[in-house]
Nanobody, 113 residues
Framework: QVQLQESGPGLVKPSQTLSLICTVS??????????WNWIRQPPGKGLEWIGY???????YYSPSLKSRTSTSRDTSKNQFTLQLSSVTPEDTGVYYC?????WGQGTQVTVSS
């Protein structure tokens, strides 16, 4: 059973960059055909897919967030990351990392000065 755990600062100032790490256990992020997702849920709204990084390191992002989003990975630590630049209060929400039916517990990120 793959387990995922998000980590990162809970408070980010407007215009700064949000950075999160997802640490994976019980499986390798280089396992063939695995697509590692970032998903968020703003308060009072539904889930929003942000993007993914694949087992080979390829990336793909939501068109609405593409200009501000970057993902990377550290295979030695079995981690993948999310960076979202130029954040605004509208980026506030719970951020999840995900693989198929496996979800992290989520981490609250608040954008506020």
């Amino acid at each position: 059973q793959v387990q995922l755990q998000e980590s990162g600062p809970g408070l980010v100032k407007p215009s700064q960059t949000l950075s999160l790490i997802c640490t994976v256990s019980g499986g390798s992020i280089t396992t063939n055909y695995y697509y590692w997702n970032w998903i968020r849920q703003p308060p009072g709204k539904g889930l929003e897919w942000i993007g993914y990084i694949t087992y080979s390191g390829s990336t793909y992002y939501s068109p609405s967030l593409k200009s501000r989003t970057s993902t990377s990975r550290d295979t030695s630590k079995n981690q993948f990351t999310l960076q979202l630049s130029s954040v605004t209060p509208e980026d506030t929400g719970v951020y999840y990392c995900n693989l198929q039916d496996n979800w992290g517990q989520g981490t609250q990120v608040t954008v506020s000065s």
